[in-house]
Nanobody
Framework: QVQLVESGGGLVQPGGSLRLSCAAS????????MGWYRQAPGKQRDMVAT???????NYADSVKDRFTISRDNVKKMVYLNMNSLKPEDTAVYYC?????????WGQGTQVTVSS
């Protein structure tokens, strides 16, 4: 069992930056593949970035070269550094942990990009 708590969301102007954090509790964190997903109003939840237990990363085309996912297995943390933010990045961002058939979600953190 893994509990996930996101933080770091907020209001930012276009072109700005934010760093999202996901704190995990529970055992065997290092074995989990971790990811960030987002859901805008009226839209489905989409993958933003993922990182495997080995550290391999994958990004949605819309965020490549702007967002960076990382993890700290000692602190049981996952981060999403977001640069050059655009209004279309506005969404609730969710942290996800996956191990075999198990999948866990955080409660989400709101990111709003607006002038």
């Amino acid at each position: 069992q893994v509990q996930l708590v996101e933080s770091g969301g907020g209001l930012v102007q276009p072109g700005g930056s934010l760093r999202l954090s996901c704190a995990a509790s529970g055992s065997a964190f290092s074995f989990y593949a971790m990811g960030w997903y987002r859901q805008a109003p009226g839209k489905q939840r989409d993958m933003v970035a993922t990182i495997t237990s080995a550290g391999s990363t994958n990004y949605a085309d819309s965020v490549k070269d702007r967002f960076t996912i990382s993890r700290d297995n000692v602190k049981k943390m996952v981060y999403l550094n977001m640069n050059s933010l655009k209004p279309e990045d506005t969404a609730v961002y969710y942290c996800n942990a996956v191990y075999r058939a198990l999948s866990f979600w955080g409660q989400g953190t709101q990111v709003t990009v607006s002038s």
